[in-house]
């Protein structure tokens, strides 16, 4: 095994570094969520930056990216003959077709799963199926397969479930097994579990920032690494080439309208990517010889994919295409600056308002009792301290408290302990890890902004706003299927 990670400063591969700095002053100016980035070219990370409380070697939830991670392992059973990609999904699964499935169910081939042209346009599971796999089969379809592009999860859940059938191992240890080890690949990286069991790799790889860029480049490089052929060359690049049309808008932008391959999204300057909700992500440009990871959360941003425009503007845009060996001469002074934005790299928040507001005062520790409504809060009231606040509810599943920081982030322990763990469905037993951060955004009205960071990413954003004897909440929140007891608004009075 050998680490494919090299190093080298920006002006080594072409890139100024005066180039990334403006880069991240963009993204914190836009105050996108950014965990961390890792910029690569000529096959060298030159730069990499992690905002806390996230770490270097955390393990990171990727999103819609892991479904590039189960691309390549079926793609290894293709290159062993074990899969035709013109097999149906039927023919992998008898034990969930009966009479009554759909003839254009069972026409659905493995081919079509990977360029996400099934039979449905609707999603195909949801998350309160106790199978995600045989849900498939129960469907009935909206139109032919094979025509059309429509976003499916569970059409990678289901190529998920070949590989695992026919290997006998989970998805990722298989792939770790033929192809990540030797590149590096963390050793003790993980998958979340469909409710079934079987992994989750529509959703649920968990592994480094530093990983996603290992198997960045291993696909970019055509499965090639360390003198091995690890991954099948002709797969993987049918796999990165458009095999289907996925503009069904009319509209492009950077990330969408360009085509679709095998899990892989065409993008952009004749790049392709893998796309994980939230900001997960990696985009290689083949003409600039680069390379850019990601992982944060913007879910709920006005921008999907919000951190690819800024790095366009700053980073690409200063660097020679086709040029695939230029260097520029070394530059001590903007590589200083840019080792201090990346020291300094911290979580923005997004949203504008005061640290302090005289009315704090007035409503400190005073309840305010409301009506029924959808978040099941009896009452709720604010307190503060030298630290931040505390919001504190009193709900029907018992006193939920929220601590968050004044202008800056809390770490803490989130106030509920039945969200899933690594199975779906099964809870986890104790409360996310989560960050608070509060803001006065006017004399009576404060914002709190709650991120969940453990091993699902979803964020929440509070307001309070106080009117004579009244206070009226609101909370929005942006996780797929939990948080779901902090969304609505209700209006309380004072006790």
Not at 120 to 142: G, I, Q
Not at 156 to 167: C, G, M, S
Not at 282 to 290: E, N, Q, R, S, V
Request: aromatic residues 12%; proline residues 4%.
């Amino acid at each position: 095994m050998k680490d494919i990670l090299e190093f080298a400063t920006p002006e080594e591969v072409g890139i100024p570094s005066s180039a990334i700095s403006d880069f991240i002053d963009d993204i914190q100016g836009r105050a996108l969520m950014t965990h961390s980035f890792i910029i690569m070219r000529h096959g060298k990370v030159c730069a990499e930056a992690y905002c806390p409380p996230f770490k270097q070697d955390e393990f990171h939830r990727m999103y819609s990216t892991s479904k590039t991670f189960a691309s390549m392992a079926l793609g290894i059973l293709v290159g062993e003959g074990r899969v035709k990609l013109d097999d149906t999904l039927a023919y992998h699964f008898p034990e969930y077709c009966s009479d009554k499935t759909h003839e254009w169910i069972k026409n659905i081939t493995v081919r079509e799963a990977l360029m996400m042209s099934t039979a449905n346009a609707a999603r195909h599971y949801n998350m309160r199926s106790p199978n995600f796999v045989s849900h498939m089969f129960d469907l009935e379809p909206e139109k032919l397969s094979g025509v059309m592009f429509d976003y499916s999860t569970n059409a990678t859940n289901i190529i998920t479930a070949i590989v695992e059938k026919l290997t006998g191992m989970p998805l990722l240890e298989f792939l770790k097994e033929k192809a990540l080890l030797e590149i590096g690949f963390s050793p003790d990286s993980k998958v979340v579990e469909m409710p079934q069991g079987g992994s989750w790799c529509g959703s649920g790889v968990l592994c480094s920032t530093r990983d996603l860029a290992r198997f960045a480049m291993l696909v970019y490089n055509d499965g090639f690494a360390n003198g091995k052929q690890l991954l099948p060359r002709d797969y993987v690049i049918e796999a990165k080439s458009k095999q289907i049309d996925n503009n069904n808008s009319g509209n492009l932008d950077l990330a969408h309208g360009w085509g679709y391959g095998y899990q892989i999204w065409r993008i952009f300057e004749n790049g392709y990517a893998f796309l994980g909700m939230g900001g997960q992500y990696a985009i290689c440009f083949p003409d600039y010889d680069l390379i850019a990871c990601f992982t944060g959360d913007i879910q709920g941003s006005f921008t999907a994919y919000a951190q690819i425009e800024p790095f366009w503007y700053n980073v690409m845009k200063r660097i020679k295409k086709f040029d695939k060996t230029d260097s520029l001469p070394a530059n001590p002074e903007a590589k200083a600056v840019l080792d201090e934005k990346i020291k300094n790299f911290k979580a923005p928040l997004p949203f504008f308002g005061e640290k302090t507001s005289a009315f704090a005062k007035e409503i400190d520790g005073v309840v305010y009792n409301t009506p029924e409504n959808p978040m099941g809060i009896k009452s709720f009231k604010l307190t503060f301290d030298n630290d931040g606040g505390v919001l504190h509810l009193d709900t029907d599943r018992g006193l939920k408290c929220i601590k968050f920081g004044m202008n800056e982030y809390i770490i803490s322990e989130w106030p509920e302990k039945h969200y899933s763990g690594m199975r779906i469905g099964v809870p986890m037993g104790r409360g996310y890890r989560s960050m608070s951060a509060g803001a006065w955004t006017m004399e009576k009205k404060i914002g709190i902004r709650s991120y969940l960071i453990d091993d699902y990413f979803g964020n929440l954003y509070t307001t309070i706003a106080f009117k004579e004897d009244k206070a009226t909440i609101r909370m929005v929140k942006v996780a797929e299927d939990f948080l779901n007891e902090y969304e609505g608004m209700t209006t309380g009075t004072r006790e």
